[in-house]
């Protein structure tokens, strides 16, 4: 049974910092690329981050892009996601997700991805 446990949330000023981790089991964890999304209230599902199972490709939304780092660690199972420069347009609950197999044109697809954690909430305060 795969499961993606997310951790590290929580409330925090306006240019602070956040890092998230989302612990996987259950899958071959290093031939799993992995993303991470976010939804606002009242937003749809949205794409901040991928990382490809070896670690060596990354890709970031606009919106993050110069303040949010992604990592892996597959000897641990792990992803993290480093946030730094919050701003209260972030808050949001955060998701990882694991896709098998990708393209390009597919990593900010939610649907494309197979497995979810149940989220964490990033609370950005101004």
């Known amino acids: 049974q795969v499961q993606l446990v997310e951790s590290g949330g929580g409330l925090v000023q306006a240019g602070g910092s956040l890092r998230l981790s989302c612990a996987a089991s259950?899958?071959?964890?290093?031939?799993?690329?992995m993303g991470w999304f976010r939804q606002a209230p009242g937003k749809e599902r949205e794409f901040v981050v991928f990382?490809?199972?070896?670690?060596?490709?990354?890709y970031y939304a606009d919106s993050v892009k110069g303040r949010f780092t992604i990592s892996r660690d597959n000897k641990k199972n792990m992803v993290y996601l480093q946030m730094n420069g919050l701003q209260p347009e972030d808050t949001a609950v955060y998701y990882c997700?694991?896709?098998?197999?990708?393209?390009?044109?597919?990593?900010?697809?939610?649907?494309?991805?197979?497995?979810w954690g149940q989220g964490t909430q990033v609370t950005v305060s101004s």
């Open positions: 990382i490809s199972g070896s670690g060596s490709i990354e």
């Open positions: 259950g899958l071959t964890f290093s031939t799993n690329s």
């Open positions: 997700a694991a896709i098998r197999t990708y393209a390009y044109g597919t990593i900010r697809q939610f649907d494309k991805y197979k497995y």
